[in-house]
């Protein structure tokens, strides 16, 4: 039984993260005051999702920030 589960979730795991996704490399600023501050790069499929990605690493890396753009 244990078996089957473990292999069901393999399954499940490579299906989803299958080769479909196509990722880009996104370079997003920090602008403050209307003017770039710090630059990271990030991986996302859309612009979107490049610029909630930023977000959430900046925050976590307690970058401030007015707005971010990402390109």
């Not at 292999?7 to 997003?28: D, F, P, Q, R, V």
């Not at 612009?47 to 990605?53: E, G, I, Q």
Request: proline share 1%; hydrophobic share 40%; charged share 25%.
């Amino acid at each position: 039984m244990y078996k089957l589960v473990a292999s069901s979730i393999i399954l499940l795991m490579l299906s989803l993260s299958g080769t479909g996704h196509a990722s880009m490399s996104y370079e997003c600023w920090a602008y403050v005051n209307g003017s770039p501050s710090k630059m990271i790069h990030v991986s996302a499929d859309k612009v979107s999702n490049a610029k909630k990605l930023a977000k959430k690493r900046m925050d976590k890396s307690k970058i401030k920030y007015d707005y971010i753009e990402c390109k």
